[in-house]
């Protein structure tokens, strides 16, 4: 009989160790009542819109001149450094907008050119002495001023005149499409 008295003790230990010590209780009955059906909670991942890949200085430089590029010319007559106010007006209104944007995207380090163009002198005209260098000059500061007129910020806007060396049709040096004035973002 000491046997079954020390299964019962081992039995003992073992409900208690599982019970942690304390007897089981017993369930108390509550009345069932429905419950409102109840959505599950969606939690919505918040997807990072793609972001658009940064420009590195060189490619906005690239972007502006191809946006400037598309400013119309201002088409000068012979020997001639002003235009009538009607071209100025209708050009502005094409050319201010883009200018403006420009002038604010471009990275430091870079500066907007006005850039003047001329043809060759005339040979038949004789006594012509004012080289193409300087008319083309000229109307790269006549942009400059009617820029200026304009209340820009052209701090970071430098004139330069670079006379018949660069013409748009080299197999045509003397159309009048040649005198231009054209406008690059370059470094200082």
Known sequence: MRWILKVVAILAIF???GCGGKPAAKPESTPVTAQPEQKPVVVEEKK??????VET???????????IGT????????????????????WMKKALPLIKKTLETMPEGYVLEIRGHATPPDPAKKGERVPTVVIS????????????????????????GVGESEPLYPNDPTNPENRRVTFHVRKK
């Not at 200085?57 to 946006?67: A, C, G, K, S, T």
């Not at 001023?145 to 970071?156: E, P």
């Open 71 to 90: 400013i119309p010319m201002l088409g000068f007559g012979y020997r001639s450094t002003t235009l009538q106010a009607s071209a100025v007006s209708n």
């Open 48 to 53: 990072e819109e793609p972001k658009a890949p």
């Open 15 to 17: 409900w208690v160790a």
């Open 57 to 67: 200085p060189e490619q906005i430089v690239v972007r502006l001149n191809q946006e």
């Open 137 to 160: 000059r000229q109307r790269a500061e006549y942009v400059y001023g009617l820029l200026r007129k304009q209340g820009l910020d052209l701090s970071r806007v430098v004139v330069n």
